[in-house]
T-cell receptor, first 114, second 116 residues
Framework: AQTVTQSQPEMSVQEAETVTLSCTYDTSENNYYLFWYKQPPSRQMILVIRQEAYKQQNATENRFSVNFQKAAKSFSLKISDSQLGDTAMYFCATHTGANSKLTFGKGITLSVRP | GAVVSQHPSWVICKSGTSVKIECRSLDFQATTMFWYRQFPKQSLMLMATSNEGSKATYEQGVEKDKFLINHASLTLSTLTVTSAHPEDSSFYIC????????????FGPGTRLTVL
């Protein structure tokens, strides 16, 4: 079974600064995917970034990048130049081919202060 | 591209009535669709996995007779909450996978159900 742990329930960051959201996971699979999803106040789930476990290179998407440490089973999200629109709940998730389901962490509420 | 819609976006019903929620993939075919439930400030809880043309697979603890799922076509899945009660009030989200792998899922905007 997969588990995803997001131990920080809330974080706050000043606009234009950088913030890192932590996530650890556990899986016995060798092939899996890792995701960060954003859920703004509208509650629409938005894919922020995706990482294939077999790729060593950390995924990046504009201001969003991950620090993927496979041995430590850690998958943190760095948001650079934080913007007010980044205020949202962020969920870390895993997916393996074995059960074909997304397993979500509890989420973290990020507030960007003007 | 890859848009998933849900209808209705918000529904209020009386206790004891049934409510149907539709999930549509607008610009792709989805062999697999998923239904989630989310309480305020909490994570998404997978309720069931829906495959076109076959019976849905329900997660442990989810009452299949209460939450009826039908995936009649490659672009439409429906969730019917039967004999709804106030404790069924929640935010219901669907996602659709263009498949065959389900690692890529596109989410609908969600449906807020309030049972009075």
């Amino acid at each position: 079974a997969q588990t995803v742990t997001q131990s920080q329930p809330e974080m706050s960051v000043q606009e234009a600064e950088t913030v890192t959201l932590s996530c650890t996971y556990d899986t016995s699979e060798n092939n899996y995917y890792l995701f960060w999803y954003k859920q703004p106040p509208s509650r629409q789930m938005i894919l922020v970034i995706r990482q294939e476990a077999y790729k060593q290179q950390n995924a990046t998407e504009n201001r969003f990048s991950v620090n993927f440490q496979k041995a430590a089973k850690s998958f943190s999200l760095k948001i650079s130049d934080s913007q007010l629109g980044d205020t949202a709940m962020y969920f870390c998730a895993t997916h393996t081919g074995a059960n074909s389901k997304l397993t979500f962490g509890k989420g973290i509420t990020l507030s960007v202060r003007p | 591209g890859a848009v998933v819609s849900q209808h209705p976006s918000w529904v209020i019903c009386k206790s004891g009535t049934s409510v149907k929620i539709e999930c549509r993939s607008l610009d792709f075919q989805a062999t697999t669709m998923f239904w989630y439930r989310q309480f305020p400030k909490q994570s998404l809880m997978l309720m069931a996995t829906s495959n076109e043309g076959s019976k849905a697979t329900y997660e442990q603890g989810v009452e299949k007779d209460k939450f009826l799922i039908n995936h009649a076509s490659l672009t439409l899945s429906t969730l019917t909450v039967t004999s709804a009660h106030p404790e069924d009030s929640s935010f219901y989200i669907c996602s659709a996978a263009p498949g065959p792998s389900t690692d890529t899922q596109y989410f609908g905007p969600g449906t807020r159900l309030t049972v009075l």
